[in-house]
């Protein structure tokens, strides 16, 4: 009996500890993810775009394709990437998510470029263009372009998220990118489907609202939508600036060059004292976060000829043959 009890003791105790250890692979998946706000919130932007044009009953087949084909690229190529890395070069870790901040900046800038001067620098650097055909075929096509435009945010995502977990065992990291990747895949194609859907929704709630309470719902809904998009590319424009931006200043004081680093502290810190000390922490916040999306926008601008005198063409020579021998 007391063997037996003893047993039972210790089942229970490893029970604790793989209980705590799921609890503290969902808050690093948790903290890690918010890291990776700004390229989440542009992967939700982004997308809903690859299903305009198609059958209403087709949107939601083609966002399922592009969310399997997301949570692919996460766990299949892009976390056992992340985890060679972490163990055996971790010093690429910051080189790396400098590269992925300097390509948001140029993202956000870009944005900025053309809904300013009406200008595609760039814009289809990693975008499928236009294609003809018959529907399943066409739907087969977007379908590939968005997984591939979704590989190269995921690997932002995943980057960012790995240099935010706390130094543990390799199974910990594994697990807590697998989890923070698959959450943020349910996350954005779960947000994009309703969006998709929402002016659907609001035409059917118009067509059968027996109140007009209700009809008035449906109609704010389908007219309200465009504007929703619109708002969402603002917030998504501006969020890849502040954390592209960030990304690229933490990196810099990582690598030595820590002027500009500095400098936007103390300045946010001055911000932050010339308030109100209830105001105090917003304040400050809100200083840094400007201060470093100006930053962003400043490279994201430089980085736009470099787009287009040289990725550009670089990219359409390289993957532009490989798609027609293909």
């Not at 910990?172 to 929704?201: C, H, N, P, Q, R």
């Not at 936007?264 to 010339?274: E, K, P, T």
Request: glycine share 10%.
């Amino acid at each position: 009996m007391s063997g037996l009890l003893a047993l039972l003791d210790d089942v229970a105790s490893i029970a604790k500890v793989a209980a705590a250890s799921i609890d503290d692979v969902a808050a690093g998946a948790a903290k890690a993810s918010a890291k990776a706000a700004g390229a989440v919130i542009d992967d939700a932007a982004v997308t809903p775009k690859y299903v305009q044009g198609f059958e209403a009953k087709r949107e939601l087949p083609i966002i399922w394709k592009i969310a399997r084909g997301s949570i692919k690229n996460k766990l299949l190529i892009l976390l056992p990437a992340a985890l060679i890395l972490a163990n055996f070069a971790p010093w690429l870790i910051a080189p790396l998510l400098m590269l992925g901040g300097a390509y948001l900046c140029f993202e956000g800038a870009e944005k900025i470029a053309h809904a300013l001067f009406h200008s595609d620098a760039g814009h289809h650097v990693f975008e499928e263009d236009d294609v003809e055909g018959d529907p399943a075929h066409l739907e087969e096509q977007k379908a590939a372009g968005a997984i591939k435009t979704d590989f190269i945010l995921s690997a932002e995502i995943m980057t960012i998220i790995l240099s935010a977990i706390p130094a543990s065992n390799f199974w910990m990291e594994a697990a807590t990118l697998a989890v923070a990747g698959v959450g943020i895949t349910v996350v954005v194609y779960g947000s994009v489907a309703l969006i998709v859907k929402m002016d659907d929704f609001g035409l059917w709630v118009y067509a059968n609202g027996k109140l007009s309470i209700t009809r008035t719902l449906g109609r704010w809904l389908v007219r309200g939508m465009p504007y929703f998009m619109k708002l969402l590319t603002i917030v998504g424009t501006a969020a890849m600036l502040w954390v592209g931006g960030s990304i690229v200043v933490h990196g810099l004081e990582e690598l030595g060059f820590g002027w500009l680093g500095h400098h936007i502290h103390d300045w946010a810190y001055a911000a932050g004292h010339m308030v109100p000390a209830s105001w105090e922490g917003f304040v400050e916040w809100t200083s840094k976060a400007a201060m470093d999306g100006v930053f962003g926008l400043a490279l994201g601008l430089v980085l736009i000829p470099v787009a287009t005198k040289v990725i550009v063409p670089v990219w359409g020579a390289v993957f532009g043959k490989a798609d027609k021998a293909h």
